[in-house]
């Protein structure tokens, strides 16, 4: 299944396996002796009349409409127009000329795979897996149904073996996690393999939904790894192996979920398999590095992949730039800033907002300031961590207002929506400078964003009164914030 052909492949018949679910139904009422000529005549209709006139003409000759049978012989005898026998099928839909069922999904989604007219047939997948009838035995099983009867109409449709691709990729989109795996160890156990995007769509939708580790599972028996011997193992089973968006969606979902350790062991394994990793790889590997602060380990990553003449994409050089901000490495980042330029990568939201919080950290607020206005000015939406960064620095050397007009603007003309700690920064800062008026309009605009007033934003106030020495005023703040803390704990 790994060649791209339209050539039908062939599907090995099967006895009837035992299981119900599995069973075809032959309670259909045999054809009428008329078939042929009513196949051939609208067929002849189908194919000779204008667009306008054709289906005024079927729905004349033929009010109380067509049996699945009939459907699927008609369309198989214009299976090489599959724009019109999707027509045709759309037509026996709207009139309800046609009680369809398996069979006759299945014919359709053949045609409209053969003609790679994959996101049609998709659509008409899903469509049989949830559409009533009387072939359905019962939600559960509606996928395995379908396998089935695409298995059973596969030849004499001429199909295309991606179909059995799109059946998983469909059942993955309507998040039906075990459907999909279903299929997937029923194709292998007819010697035949999805093709590898399938896999990938597979072992990225499990972990997803059920955590990396069971789609790490599924890796290995897809691609056959447990056996040991994945190369042979491919070649008796199907000649399909995992690429590198495999191990990179693997690398992802482990980081996503902090196994750190995990990230490095895909890694070596994606090597021992003879797989190349790209420039994505090497960036998922730095930023595992760069969190933990081994940025000299991530460096000597990104001069391997220079030596293998891989190009940095914007996620790598992001990465190098976040891992070396987070250090105080600043001026080192600004080289690989200004090297993005030199190579025309345009520059994201999260370059400047590394860049802004690594000013911040080495106490440069001015220039993180200036990059700020630059990224404005570009168009760039800040993020509402780069603000609360701004925020809390500017607050912490006394430049309050500063700070409060950058937020008033963010969220203004950006629809930032401010962080909690930046209103606490605001708010400490203000009550600070005995601007008590402002803090408490503030705070009122904190609470009304569903922000609750914790301990710090008490003591705020609690400050501030008592520089100005309003001994009602922090009485009452002093009663709240225990009532408060004593609410909080019976929480």
């Not at 030596?307 to 992001?318: F, G, H, S, T």
Request: aromatic share 10%; hydrophobic share 40%.
């Amino acid at each position: 299944m790994a060649v791209q052909s339209l050539k039908p492949i062939f599907i090995p018949k099967t006895p009837t396996p035992k299981p119900k679910f599995f069973s075809f139904s032959s309670s259909a009422s045999p054809p009428p002796s008329n078939q042929p000529e009513l196949i051939s005549t609208v067929t002849s209709i189908l194919t000779h009349q204008r667009s306008k006139s054709r289906w005024h003409t079927l729905h004349s000759l033929y009010p109380s409409g067509f049996t699945p049978s009939q459907f699927s012989q008609i369309v198989l005898q214009i299976k090489n127009n599959a724009h019109l026998a999707f027509r045709f099928f759309l037509f026996t839909k709207q009139k309800s000329i046609c009680s369809h069922n398996l069979a006759s999904y299945s014919t359709i989604i053949h045609v409209l795979s053969r003609a790679r007219l994959k996101t049609r047939a998709r659509n008409l997948i899903k469509d049989a897996i949830l559409a009533p009838g009387s072939d359905f035995y019962g939600t559960e099983f509606r996928h395995l149904k379908l396998f089935e009867s695409l298995v059973k109409t596969y030849n004499d449709c001429g199909s295309a073996p991606f179909v059995f691709d799109l059946l998983v990729k469909s059942c993955l989109e309507m998040k039906k996690i075990d459907a999909s795996i279903e299929i997937v160890k029923l194709l292998r156990s007819r010697g035949i393999s999805p093709q590898v995007s399938t896999c990938n769509a597979l072992i990225w939708g499990v972990s997803r939904c059920r955590g990396v580790n069971e789609g790490y599972v599924v890796f290995r028996e897809v691609f056959g790894v447990d056996d040991g011997e994945i190369g042979r193992n491919m070649k008796r089973v199907a000649k399909v192996k995992p690429n590198v968006h495999t191990f990179n969606a693997l690398m992802v979902c482990f980081y996503g979920e902090g196994l750190m350790e995990k990230v490095e062991e895909i890694w070596n394994e994606m090597e021992t398999l003879g797989c190349v990793a790209n420039a994505y790889s090497y960036s998922v590997l730095m930023q595992v590095f760069c969190d933990e602060g081994n940025v000299r380990e991530a460096e000597k990553l990104w001069e391997e992949m220079r030596v293998k003449k891989l190009e940095p994409d914007i996620v790598a050089y992001n990465t190098m730039i976040g891992g070396l901000c987070k250090t105080g490495q600043v001026m080192r980042a600004e080289e690989f800033y200004r090297e993005m330029g030199l190579r025309g990568i345009e520059t994201t939201c999260a370059t400047y907002g590394h860049l802004i919080g690594g000013y911040c950290k080495v106490a440069d607020v001015d220039s993180a300031i200036m990059l700020y206005k630059d990224m404005c000015r570009k168009g760039y939406r800040p993020g509402a961590a780069t603000v609360e960064v701004l925020v809390g620095r500017l607050c912490d050397i006394k430049r309050v207002l500063e700070a409060l007009e950058i937020m008033r603007v963010a969220v203004g003309k950006h629809d930032v929506c401010p962080t909690e700690k930046s209103y606490e920064f605001l708010i400490k800062g203000l009550c600070e400078e005995e601007r008590m008026e402002e803090a408490l309009k503030l705070q009122a605009e904190m609470v009304g964003k569903g922000f609750k007033p914790n301990m710090k934003i008490y003591g705020a106030f609690i400050d501030g009164y008592v520089r100005q020495g309003n001994d009602e005023m922090i009485a009452m703040l002093r009663r709240e914030m225990l009532e408060t803390q004593k609410g909080q704990e019976e929480d």
